[in-house]
């Protein structure tokens, strides 16, 4: 029997999802309030109604160059989700259409890296990075995030290649599909909404990361996180500068995610309803 | 042609043997069931034969030619999947041109037989359509459509109605049966349901843990089981064994009697029973009764036949139609 649900219980279901997904988006909320403000408006106290100034825009552009740490973001995002999926797609792919007696504990132990805190392995991975002149690099960054990235990317691309039924290969290759056009016809078409939901994501992680590429570079390669970080110090916190700053770096990032939701939903709950 | 021949098959997995040796010979034109319960090998069987399982020793032969290390495609086998396997990024249309398409026909041509295909399958006004709005029932004819515009040398189907509803599944068996007729090729069909086994086939394989356990037409093998395994798997309801000393006075150490070869009666008979569930079908009543010295027993009765839970009732089973098996369960 389906359970009788009031409308009375599903308006208050309403209004607390929307109460939840309120208090999540605030902090975003406010720190775009925040960036309308003038700064002593912004160390004034708690407001909602700022009073719609664009200086901070102007003057953070005016400051540092807003240009160049966009441009890192998108190469260094970018080029190592790309890196990330030519490795992983293959591996996935084995992993979910040849599993070995080991691919489970493969898989446990790429997820067990991301346990360990970065902090651990801050020290010889900079002095490699310093030794192999990669410090300040969009190459070098590009390369850490994609090692970084890495296990979540496979992970992904297993849980949903996994869900691409065998039946419908075998059934290709009696229709007489060669293996190439198995991979163009069949295949690929099937993954693709898998691999695009992995890349979206992987790309927001990317465009995040704050704690290796504060710490590997300083000025070539910074992208928008180190750009953000730039606005607190030296003479002390420029609360709606830093709010302009921080909404300029996210902006790219919110608008991709609001246009790509349906994705990355399906993205981030595969595998969890058949 | 489609005559299809497995010389010594057999099949493992590591040291799990699944099918130990199999010889069968599959005419041209047939209609041939591979029956068995879950886990016989009886998909496996046939999935060796498609070319998607390698075998571990023994030769397959399809119209004189050996073609046991080829690739499934080089086969000319068509085959429907229990899951129907579409493609479900493409459309009807597309799906059923995809052989042809692979084939390297023309447009022209691979339009004509989508439009053929579509016609004798009643989904001309599908075309259009992605699999996912489409029923199971309609699905199913998609992959059948798929599966006859190659024209291929037989037909294998492995389960293809177990995922249908019980009316639907009678009318696809109908459609099924009715497109053998229509096309005259080679079918090659497994499943569990031993009476789509007993419907369709002209040859039905009964397979039990790897191993033919008989091959026959669907009467010879109602009427003369080889042994307690088929006759207790061919036949709904199935047949009633009895051992002890019921079997003893026949000389066998097992007696078999299908429940329609037993006269019922409510005076007198060779066996006093009691009656305890009666299921009504209309057409036909099936008693599951409790005979003294012999045991329970499913008995059909006629359909009208009015006894209720507890009655008593005399049996007389037929002695014509008595099968006796030995102490290793073959037929005597």
Not at chain 1, 60 to 74: A, E, G, H, L
Request: proline share 5%; glycine share 6%; hydrophobic share 50%.
């Amino acid at each position: 029997m389906a359970r009788a649900v009031s409308t009375r219980r599903k308006a208050a279901f309403t209004a607390a999802a929307w109460l939840v997904a309120f208090v999540i988006f605030f902090p975003i909320l406010y720190t775009i309030l925040t960036s309308f403000k003038t700064e002593p408006e912004a160390i004034a106290g708690f407001s909602l109604f700022p009073s719609w100034t664009a200086e901070n825009y102007v003057e953070v552009q005016t400051q540092r160059d807003y240009f160049k740490p966009f441009m890192n973001s998108v190469v260094i995002s970018v080029g190592s989700t790309l890196l990330a999926l030519l490795v992983a797609i293959p591996a996935a792919w084995s992993m979910a259409f040849s599993p070995t007696k080991r691919t489970k504990d493969i898989l446990m132990w790429m997820l067990s890296t991301k346990m360990m805190p970065a902090v651990a392995v801050l020290v010889p991975i900079y002095l490699i990075f310093r030794d192999t002149g990669l410090l300040d690099t969009r190459i070098g960054l590009t390369v850490m995030l994609t090692l970084i990235n890495l296990p979540i990317v496979v992970w992904m691309l297993y849980t949903y290649f996994r869900e691409i039924p065998g039946e419908i290969l075998e059934a290709s290759r009696m229709d007489g599909a060669s293996l190439l056009n198995e991979i163009v016809y069949v295949l690929t078409p099937m993954a693709i909404p898998g691999i695009a939901s992995t890349m979206l994501l992987n790309i927001i992680l990317a465009w995040n990361e704050a704690f290796w590429t504060i710490r590997l570079t300083t000025t070539n390669a910074a992208p928008l996180t180190a750009f953000i970080a730039s606005f607190s110090s030296p003479q002390g916190l420029f609360w709606a500068k830093l709010s302009a700053a921080s909404t300029l770096a996210i902006a790219p990032i919110l608008i991709m995610g609001w246009f790509s939701q349906r994705q990355l939903v399906r993205g981030l709950t595969f595998g969890a309803v058949k | 042609m489609g005559q299809i021949t497995l010389k010594n098959v057999s099949k493992s997995f590591g040291a799990t043997v699944i099918i130990p040796e199999i010889d069968l010979t599959i005419e041209d034109g047939e209609f041939v069931v591979f029956v068995g319960p879950s886990g016989c090998g009886k998909s496996t069987l046939l999935r060796l034969i498609a070319g998607l399982e390698d075998t571990s020793a023994g030769a397959i032969v399809i119209d004189g030619r050996d073609v046991t290390g080829e690739a499934p495609a080089k086969r000319k086998l068509a085959m429907v999947f229990q899951s129907y396997a579409l493609y479900p990024h493409m459309t009807v249309a597309k799906n059923i041109a995809f052989p042809l398409k692979m084939a390297g026909e023309d447009k022209a041509a691979i339009d004509r037989k989508v439009a053929d295909a579509a016609r004798i399958l009643n989904l001309t006004n599908y075309l259009d359509r992605r699999p996912g709005q489409l029923s199971g029932g309609q699905r199913q004819r998609v992959a059948i459509g798929r599966a006859i515009v190659r024209q291929p040398s037989a037909f294998l189907f492995d389960e293809p109605l177990s995922n249908l509803d019980a009316a639907l599944r009678g009318t696809m068996r109908l459609e099924i049966s009715e497109l053998h007729h229509q096309l005259k090729t080679t079918m090659i069909y497994v499943t569990h349901d031993q009476v789509e086994a007993m419907t369709m086939a002209d040859k039905i394989v009964v397979l039990n843990a790897g191993n033919i356990e008989q091959v026959g037409s669907p009467m010879e093998l109602y009427k003369t089981p080889k042994n307690l395994f088929v006759a207790g798997f061919i036949g709904s309801p199935k047949m009633n064994l009895i051992n002890g000393a019921v079997a003893a006075k026949h000389g066998a150490a097992t007696v078999g009697i299908r429940p329609e070869h037993m006269q019922i009666s409510t005076s007198a008979g060779e066996w006093k029973a009691t009656v305890g569930v009666a299921e009504h079908l209309g057409s036909d009543t099936f008693l599951h009764v409790n005979a003294d010295g012999v045991g329970p027993l499913t008995v059909r009765a006629d359909g009208e036949i009015s006894v209720r839970h507890g009655d008593t009732v005399f049996l007389t089973p037929d002695p014509t139609k008595l099968h006796r098996f030995s102490e290793d369960g073959r037929a005597m």
